[in-house]
């Protein structure tokens, strides 16, 4: 059993950055894509970023690339995401998740998604 935890989140001005990161016990994060799943207040939950982590290919969501990059360290069995260019509209809580399946099957289904951690929020505000 995978369990994940989060940490990093907070509040940040506009244009400001932050790092998430993504704890995770039971299992190594080998056999998994891990990525970061968003919810803003009265929106869907959207798919951000994503890693295989065996291998270390990536995949964002348009409304991310270039601003956010999502890394993974093998010998900690973590995952962060590096957020930056912050924008009010990035405000939202952030849960890190997991997939037995590739990034790919990760953006599209994200309600199948394996393990979730209990996410933390970030608001971008003046």
């Known amino acids: 059993q995978l369990e994940l935890v989060e940490s990093g989140g907070g509040l940040v001005q506009p244009g400001g950055s932050l790092r998430l990161s993504c704890t995770a016990s039971?299992?190594?994060?080998?056999?998994?894509?891990i990525g970061w799943v968003r919810r803003a207040p009265g929106k869907e939950r959207e798919g951000v970023s994503c890693i295989n982590f065996s291998i270390g290919s990536t995949l964002y969501a348009d409304s991310v690339k270039g601003r956010f990059t999502i890394s993974r360290d093998n010998t900690k069995n973590m995952v962060y995401m590096n957020m930056s260019g912050l924008k009010p509209e990035d405000t939202a809580d952030y849960y890190c998740a997991a997939s037995a399946w590739g990034c790919g099957y990760f953006r599209d289904h994200i309600d199948g998604l394996d393990y979730w951690g209990q996410g933390t929020q970030v608001t971008v505000s003046s």
């Open positions: 039971g299992s190594s994060l080998d056999y998994y894509s």
